[in-house]
């Protein structure tokens, strides 16, 4: 991964920036000092080398301390959109588009951190198909030039804000 890709802006709702915010105090407090218990209770019942509750409860906050970190830097690259009804492809759309000839495709204009268990592709703002996107309307058709220098027309059939 290259600096420019960890900082790349990570695109949110407001809903979901509050979700991860949610989260992520939740995982600093209460989540955190449960582990941190169970960890002091197993280190008083002596040998940790064959303490498996003191190994599972390390293994725990580590995991843990990742998805804190994890939130932290998300949460510092966001960047809130403001989803409009008006039709307009901006991030926090979900777009059904054809390339060509193949068939329909659906995807999320945004960050899967957006996502709120819908199983649907996620699309980066940022990649080319992203920014042919951005600012067009359902029926219109727009192109992009991929990574092999081909030029692929997008035509939008269905755009409309995601509700997750």
């Known amino acids: 991964m290259t600096q420019s890709d960890e900082r790349e802006t990570i695109w949110l709702t407001e809903d979901a920036l509050a979700k991860k915010k949610a989260e992520l105090e939740e995982l ?17 019942e ?5 303490n498996s ?10 995991s843990l301390d990742g998805r804190i970190a994890q939130l ?19 991030p926090g759309y979900k777009v059904t588009y054809r390339l060509g000839t ?10 899967r951190e957006m996502m709120t268990g819908e199983d649907i592709q996620v699309i980066s703002p940022q990649s080319p198909l992203g920014s042919a996107l951005i600012g067009a309307k359902k ?8 990574p092999n220098g081909k030029d692929i027309e997008v035509e939008i059939q269905d755009a409309e804000p995601y509700s997750g």
């Open 72 to 90: 932290e830097q998300m949460l510092d690259r966001a960047e809130v959109g403001e989803v409009t009804d008006d039709g307009t492809i901006s």
């Open 139 to 146: 029926g219109q058709t727009v192109s992009y030039t991929a």
């Open 53 to 62: 509750g003191y190994h599972a409860a390390r293994e725990a906050l580590s």
């Open 28 to 44: 600093r407090g209460p989540a955190r000092a449960e582990i941190v218990d169970r960890i002091s209770a197993a280190r008083d």
């Open 46 to 50: 002596g040998d940790l080398k064959e």
């Open 102 to 111: 193949m068939d329909p495709d659906t995807c999320l204009l945004g960050a």
